[in-house]
């Protein structure tokens, strides 16, 4: 199976086990062939590849915690080492991180990101097989690095970003001349703006990781991992698996402790007979509330008191008879209701009368 670094290995299976001593000292002297630093070179170039398609693809997706994370395995796996790769990567993190400007940074001697991602893109012409997209890559940088800085109202630092710009790196005079204007009224909403906007670059500089990866495949250890994830979740392995630990259970029972199988299969079902020709009757009769749920409690009857008499009687006086709710506003006459005042108050009459 060839691999990629031009390196070639050879598979081997089970089957090839040795069966005797002088097989297996063969076989130690083949392995023996193949140095191991070699083969740690090749693991090791295998990881920084992945760990490189991890941050392309976390790029893409917008995931700063997880791009962020995969940086940082990146750059365990290059060891200090100025690779090509970790050029790029360098790169996304700076664009990834360009929109975010501290509070507390001072306009002098302040590099933001994206001017640290103009010098990084710079380095990294000869992987651009497009000019145009070079250049558009690099107009983007510079409007941002001013843009960003006008957005949050620095424009101590857009000045100090467009100084730069003239300073170190080649940006066009017409472009220098429309930023400081833009630096000078500190408009960051001007139309010119809108064509350079940072979800343009990071669109840009998406479309230039897929050309770079197409043409440097880096994700033989992905696809590797992929297949072997899977294999294990497919339908058919699992039912192999089952169907493999059904036979070993079967072949580890004796044979005349094992069920026989029957060719049919039958059920025994009791057969229906009807008593009668007649439908059965429901019972359509429905139980009372009272047969439910039982016998309901007795209703205690609450007692007149001689107080209760007496603001009965300076009620009536007051609001004269009949008007037993407004009664009820002056006292509560413990829960009863205006009925109640009324049959109370023809017994006061009837024994006053008597």
């Known amino acids: 199976m060839t691999l990629p670094g031009g390196t070639t290995t050879t598979t081997t299976t089970m089957e090839s086990e040795p069966s005797s001593p002088r097989d297996a000292k063969n076989s130690s002297d083949d392995s023996s062939a193949v140095e191991f630093h070699h083969v740690n070179a090749l693991v090791s170039r ?18 700063l915690n997880d791009f962020d994370l995969a940086l940082k ?14 050029q790029i990567a360098a790169f996304l993190g700076r664009v990834m991180h360009g929109s975010q400007i501290p ?32 250049n558009a890559i690099s107009t983007l940088l510079h409007v941002q690095s001013v843009a960003v800085c006008l957005k949050e109202g620095r424009k101590d630092l857009a000045s100090t970003a467009l100084k730069w710009l003239k300073d170190t790196q080649n940006i066009p005079k017409n472009l220098a001349i429309k930023l400081s204007t833009l630096v000078v009224k500190g408009d960051s909403n001007h139309p010119y703006m809108r064509n350079f906007q940072y979800k343009h670059l990071l669109e840009k500089v998406q479309l230039y990781l ?3 990866l197409a043409e440097n495949p880096s994700d033989f250890l992905l696809k590797a991992a ?12 699992s039912s192999q698996q089952d169907q493999s630990s059904s036979q070993t259970t079967e072949e580890s029972i004796p044979a005349f402790k ?13 057969l229906w007979l009807p008593q009668s020709n007649q439908k059965p009757q429901k019972n359509s009769t429905r139980l009372s509330a009272k047969a439910a749920t039982g016998p309901l409690p007795k209703k205690v009857r609450k007692k007149w008191t001689p107080f209760l008499d007496e603001v009965l009687m300076k009620a009536v006086r007051k609001h004269g008879e009949g008007n037993w709710k407004l009664m009820l506003l002056d006292h509560n006459f413990n829960g009863r209701t205006g009925v109640m005042l009324k049959d109370r108050w023809r017994i006061l009459k009837r024994e006053t009368v008597a």
């Open 46 to 63: 295998w990881m920084l590849d992945f760990s490189f398609t991890s941050v392309c693809r976390h790029f893409k997706d917008d995931k």
């Open 210 to 212: 897929d050309h770079f």
């Open 258 to 270: 094992r069920h026989k199988k029957r060719l049919f299969h039958f059920k025994k079902e009791e």
């Open 103 to 134: 509070d507390e940074v001072e306009g002098e001697g302040y590099v933001m990101p994206l001017m640290v991602a103009t010098s990084l893109w710079r380095t990294l012409r000869d992987t651009v097989a497009d000019v145009e997209e070079y």
């Open 73 to 86: 395995k990146l750059e365990a796996n290059c060891e200090g080492c100025m690779t090509q790769k970790w």
């Open 226 to 237: 992929m297949k072997v994830a899977q294999s294990s979740h497919s339908p058919d392995s």
